[in-house]
Each structure stands twice: as structure tokens, then as C-alpha cells.
């Protein structure tokens, strides 16, 4: 299947568009979905027969959530009605579906990752976190006990593809191990200032 580089470059735009009206990107978003690019080329190669086009928009819409509307309200559960929206009339209602599915699920929270899509989108969404510097910047903001919750959901979620997780499992314990570490000598302080909402 032939990428639409034109939608996936529209939805691109949409979501750099977001986070420049909201004025700051605390969620790191516009590293994290290059991160997210970088292990979708490589799981495109080990599943080849995987929808790209299904993958590439969910990469680009899965977070929008996270700087709109309620922040009260999961992110996953606002990204996947803005995916909608933005993708109604832009591609066949199919991958509307394909796509918002995928959103929804890539936290694995309320709904399951089940097609191969969903799979590498929920896998790379966490992957993509142990190779950038997401936990380091939550252990930094105070939220420590947070940053070692979310490495350990991240690596259970990479289980999806047990490749992986496999590969990542010694990233993980590298995470465990420095932000511990940085907490004992005091870089690190432990104030639990925010809560996980979305």
C-alpha cells in the first residue's frame, strides 16, 4: 500500500499547529512523535503487510488530547474524537475507523490494542519513551514515584510486540537504575506536585 504522504503530512501540520497555540509543549510531543517515526520504519520492515498510512496518522493524532479541551478528560478519549474529525472527508471512513481505534487504544487502558496496527502504534508509543528523555523530565518535575509507574507501564506495553520489549527490557532497567540514582543524591527531589490525569 502507497503512503498518503499528503493526509499524513496535513495531520502533521495539525498537530505542530496544536501545540503552538498552546504556547509551550510540557508533554514533549514534538520529539516524542519523530521518536515514534523512527520505530514505526522499523516495525513497517517486520510487518510488512501493516497498514503505514494507518500507523503514520495514528502517530500524529494520538496526543492531540493532551492540549485541548478538559485536562481533566483522557487524552486518549478527546485525541480520538479530534482524529475523526480531522480525518472526515480527508480519507475513506475505513481508515477513520482504523485510525481512531488506534488512538483510542494506544494507551491500553480502556481499550485494548487488537489489530497488528493498534499493536505497533500502543508498542512504539512506549518504546519511543525509553530511547527520548520522557522520564527524566517527569522524575525532574517532582513526580518520581510517577516517572518509575510510567517506565513500568511503558515496558509492559512494549510486550505487545515481545521483540521489543525484549530489546528494551535493559533501557528500562538503565531508566530505573538512573533516576534512582539521581533521587539519592539529591537531583532528583520527590514532590508529586501533578497527578496523571489524561
Not at 48 to 65: K, R, S
Not at 109 to 130: F, G, N, Q, R, W
Request: charged content about 35%; overall charge negative.
Amino acid at each position: 500500500m502507497q503512503k498518503n504522504i499528503k493526509v499524513i503530512e496535513e495531520a502533521k501540520k495539525y498537530q505542530l499547529q496544536i501545540i503552538k497555540d498552546f504556547k509551550k509543549d510540557p508533554f514533549g510531543l514534538v520529539d516524542h512523535f519523530s521518536e515514534m517515526e523512527k520505530w514505526a520504519e522499523r516495525l513497517f520492515k517486520m510487518f510488512p503487510d501493516a497498514d503505514q498510512n494507518v500507523v503514520l496518522l495514528t502517530i500524529w493524532l494520538h496526543d492531540t488530547g493532551h492540549y485541548s479541551g478538559d485536562l481533566e478528560v483522557d487524552h486518549a478519549v478527546k485525541s480520538e474524537k479530534l482524529a475523526r474529525v480531522f480525518l472526515t472527508g480527508r480519507v475513506d471512513e475505513k481508515i477513520v475507523e482504523q485510525v481512531a481505534r488506534a488512538v483510542r487504544s494506544h494507551r491500553c487502558k480502556d481499550v485494548l490494542p487488537e489489530t497488528i496496527e493498534e499493536k505497533i502504534v500502543a508498542c512504539i508509543d512506549s518504546a519511543s519513551h525509553m530511547t527520548d528523555n520522557v522520564y527524566l523530565s517527569i522524575a525532574k518535575d517532582g513526580r518520581f514515584n510517577f516517572a518509575l509507574a510510567k517506565i513500568e507501564r511503558d515496558f509492559r506495553d512494549t510486550g505487545l510486540i515481545p521483540e521489543i520489549q525484549k530489546e528494551v527490557e535493559p533501557l528500562c532497567k538503565a531508566w530505573i537504575n538512573l533516576i534512582t540514582e539521581l533521587k539519592n543524591i539529591g537531583i532528583i527531589k520527590e514532590t508529586e506536585r501533578y497527578t496523571e490525569k489524561s
